[in-house]
């Protein structure tokens, strides 16, 4: 049976981040859209880059949120499909936060509980604003139930990373600007073993294009709706004045 191979998740999560900066603009992939306001009970006025753009939806949205969807032009007829809430955590992510794949792996992050617990504790105790307070309170309730929030930013592309660790299994979940959720499962055995889940058909087609750099890894991907594997609620246990 294989041993837990750190490297291994090191070249999975750089093998995403680098198909998460495309050294041009790709259209194909899934936006950033920003719901502004709701015009009647099935239209919407909707931020798409710098354009405001009027669409119907049936699915309520909710207002002032972003999410990523997946946008056909077709002459003057913008399709937008695909619809996925960003999730909340990535809104609240600290701008302090500018870690590289290489410094997570360098400071131990991914696999030592105590480095992990210290830089959450250093975060705590310098944290300059309640709601940053509040940000790392709940990433150590997370780590308390063996999850562990690791936050990417490269070349001003960020990303989210959950890990949970079970024995010779890994269960993730990423968060990509630009390939948005991803998750599933990395197993350990005599073959390293690679359950992935993808929540665009673009982002599927991409990975699958550049399935050759995780060698030696057995791959399966799929699309499938994707939930993180902890969410950090608006709603705090502590009850801190402002």
């Not at 049936?58 to 997946?70: H, Q, V």
């Not at 949970?164 to 948005?180: A, D, R, S, T, V």
Request: charge should be positive; proline fraction near 2%; hydrophobic fraction near 40%.
């Amino acid at each position: 049976m294989k041993m837990f191979n750190i490297s291994q998740i090191g070249k999975i999560m750089k093998a995403t981040n680098r198909l998460n900066m495309p050294t041009e603009f790709n259209a194909t992939l899934p936006l950033t859209i920003t719901v502004k306001k709701q015009l009647n009970p099935i239209r919407y006025l909707l931020q798409l880059g710098k354009k405001d753009v009027e669409v119907k939806s049936y699915t309520k949205l909710e207002i002032g949120a972003n999410y990523k969807a997946e946008i056909n032009q077709t002459n003057n007829k913008i399709e937008i499909k695909n619809l996925s809430k960003l999730p909340t955590i990535f809104n609240k992510i600290p701008q302090n936060l500018n870690y590289t794949i290489d410094d997570l792996i360098k400071d131990n992050f991914l696999k030592d509980n105590k480095s992990y617990k210290n830089f959450l504790l250093n975060h705590l105790a310098n944290s300059s604003s309640k709601d940053e307070f509040l940000f790392f309170t709940q990433l150590l309730l997370a780590q308390n139930q063996q999850i562990k929030h690791l936050f990417i930013n490269e070349k001003n592309k960020k990303a989210l990373i959950q890990l949970k660790y079970k024995k010779n299994k890994i269960k993730f979940y990423g968060f990509f600007e630009h390939l948005g959720a991803i998750g599933g499962e990395m197993f350990f055995a005599d073959t390293i073993y690679l359950n992935l889940m993808v929540e665009f058909q673009n982002s599927l087609a991409l990975i699958n294009q550049n399935i050759n750099e995780l060698k030696g890894i057995i791959v399966n991907i799929k699309k499938e709706k994707i939930k993180p594997l902890f969410e950090v609620s608006d709603n705090s246990l502590l009850n801190i004045k402002a």
